[in-house]
């Protein structure tokens, strides 16, 4: 019966009004339906079996559906990444040509045992019913595959047209990833309390609901974002005291590290003011300052208090210590407001979904262009954003930013952990936090002979801000697979062994990332273990063996990382104030050991 079924909804698919192209795709998806018109081919296949792109497939299913010539449902592995989509065929005469399943069907996409009923076709026999069978659709799907075939040349040239589309709609994302995390950093501060010029700050150590790309959660963070558009800001930073310091990096739109503040900094720790200038002034300075010129109109900073550790002395004495600090115009007296963000949640990780492509086109409209971006505003414009005018994408477009935006976050997902970044140690799966190039262009990407927005895209996916001495005060590592290959899975259960003697001047920290946002594992706690920890369970040797998993083993709570047996993750190993066996690599992590 199932057979017969696949040839009725294919003969209902070659009498549907379509264009050659999608009918094809209709009819092979009705070929690889089963005895209740569901199938759930991955789109590769279909691509492969009708000769067209995968991009072309996924538009024309998403007309199908659009039509109400099928319904799509979406599918998930045990590890929460995507599978294939299940489709239900709704084409006239083929939706109830056999009962919906019961306890006693067999399974969907299962072969029932045994040959097909006399009398499923009339006029036929057990023996030749199957080869009638085969022999009508291999006639069905030859003629529809000759009609693409000899399709009118514009035919063939709207597919270019569409891949084309579809291609800039992807790039367009990756490119603007950088400009995104600073736009999504600063609309959940400004919808917090924290306006230009004001300071945000934590009174305690921020938690799971601080989502950005890569916090840590072991000292609490100062955030702050300005504009330079009506003129030049001065930022002060206070004097480190006896018992709080400081460490970031002022940064403008594009996240390129103006400088880093404190110690580390151009202040060595004595305090200074920051006087940051518009594109292209040339009006009064201020004496004394030490002076930046931006290239973009909007400007942020993520600084964090330095404190031995994070008692409750310890955050009031940084919390005191940010009160000092000031942003405010030039000729103005300051009046900084301080907001205190514990308990409050930023969603600041940029929603790749088709709506990006509205906040890219808002945030154009803020900033200058620069002359490195002038063809990617020609592409742009190609994709329906242009600046200075308005946003209008029509439903084919809207069609394609819903396909593109979540295959750009796919796309940077798989640079960022698997192609862009270099395997730290030999034979292991541990990887620079940052791709190759970033030193000699001072994490900007730009080169004398081009932009790479990809590796800056795909790095932003991963973090926030950035900085102008790398190594001097901190360093990471980024563990995203198993020493197979696998991409670490929240519903198992893994250990990492951390080697005794951590050659670091304060000290190291794993903590859990999840793979899409690059933010903390939502609604869990705790998301990090560090070398200052009086309850980690040390072995021997003095190594500490790590636990990741939904449920902690009995006895092991201490030392265990919880995981989401739904979603994806990674490591970031953070070392603070690393010695130089860190940095070139003699002092070698372990890989990760799955334990199920």
Request: proline residues 7%; hydrophobic residues 35%.
């Amino acid at each position: 019966m199932g057979e017969a079924v696949s040839i009725a909804a294919m003969n209902c698919a070659w009498q549907q009004q379509l264009s050659p192209t999608p009918k094809l795709i209709l009819m092979a998806l009705a070929d690889a339906a089963n005895d209740h018109s569901i199938c759930w081919p991955s789109v590769s296949t279909v691509a492969t079996k009708c000769c067209v792109s995968v991009r072309t497939v996924r538009r024309v299913m998403q007309k199908l559906v659009d039509r109400r010539l099928m319904l799509s449902e979406q599918r998930y592995r045990k590890d929460g990444s995507c599978s294939s989509n299940r489709y239900r065929l709704r084409l006239e005469g083929s939706d109830n040509l056999s009962p919906a399943p019961d306890s006693n069907d067999t399974p969907p996409g299962q072969k029932r045992e045994g040959p097909p009923a006399t009398g499923d076709i009339p006029g036929t026999t057990i023996g030749n019913t199957k080869a009638l069978i085969m022999k009508k659709s291999s006639i069905i799907l030859v003629a529809a595959l000759l009609s693409v075939c000899t399709a009118p040349v514009n035919s063939q040239e709207q597919d270019i047209r569409d891949r084309m589309l579809y291609s800039r709609a992807v790039d367009a994302v990756v490119w603007a990833m950088p400009i995104m995390n600073f736009k999504f950093y600063r609309d959940a501060l400004i919808g917090a309390g924290v306006g230009p010029n004001d300071v945000g700050y934590y009174s305690e150590v921020q938690d799971w609901r601080f989502q950005t790309a890569t916090p840590n959660n072991t000292t609490p963070y100062i955030l702050a974002h300005w504009t330079v558009k009506d003129g030049p800001i001065v930022v002060e930073i206070p004097a480190a005291t006896q018992d709080v310091g400081i460490f970031g990096t002022l940064m403008d739109t594009w996240q390129r590290p103006l400088d880093d503040v404190g110690a580390a900094g151009r202040d060595r720790g004595r305090g200074a003011k920051y006087l940051l200038l518009p594109p292209g002034y040339d009006g009064p300075l201020l004496p004394g300052a030490l002076v930046y010129q931006q290239r973009t109109h909007n400007g942020f900073a993520v600084l964090r208090p330095i404190i031995a550790d994070s008692s409750a002395e310890n955050l009031a004495k940084a919390s005191e210590y940010v009160r000092q600090i000031k942003i405010y115009r030039l000729g103005d007296e300051p009046k900084t407001e301080y907001v205190d963000l514990y308990g409050k949640l930023l969603e600041m990780t940029p929603v790749l979904d088709k709506t990006i492509y509205e906040e890219i086109h808002e945030f154009i409209n803020e900033e200058p262009v620069e002359e490195m971006n002038l063809t990617m505003m020609g592409l742009l414009s190609r994709i329906g954003i242009r600046k200075d005018e308005p946003f209008e994408p029509n439903e084919d477009l809207q069609a394609v930013y819903s396909e593109a935006a979540p295959e750009a976050l796919e796309y940077m997902i798989d640079q960022y952990h698997r192609r862009l970044t270099p395997f730290f140690y030999e034979g292991k799966k541990w990887s620079s936090l940052l791709p190759p190039g970033f030193a000699e262009s001072e994490l900007t990407y730009e080169f004398p002979t081009h932009f790479d927005y990809v590796a800056k895209g795909a790095l932003y996916y991963a973090v926030i801000t950035s900085v102008k001495n790398y190594g001097a005060a901190t360093f990471y590592l980024d563990l995203a697979e198993t020493p197979d290959g696998k991409w670490l899975d929240g519903g198992k259960n893994y250990k990492l062994v951390m080697p005794p003697n951590v050659p670091v001047r304060d000290f190291s920290a794993i903590t859990t990332y999840d793979l899409e946002t690059a933010s903390y594992l939502r609604d869990i706690e705790p998301s990090s273990v560090d070398s200052n920890m009086s309850a980690l369970q040390r072995n021997a040797d003095g190594s500490v063996d790590i636990y990741f998993g939904p449920k902690a083993a009995a006895g092991l709570e201490s030392n265990w990382l919880p995981t989401d047996p739904e979603r994806r993750f990674f490591l970031l190993a953070r070392f603070y104030g690393p010695e130089p066996e860190i940095v070139n690599g003699s002092f070698e992590l372990n890989d990760i050991e799955l334990i199920d």
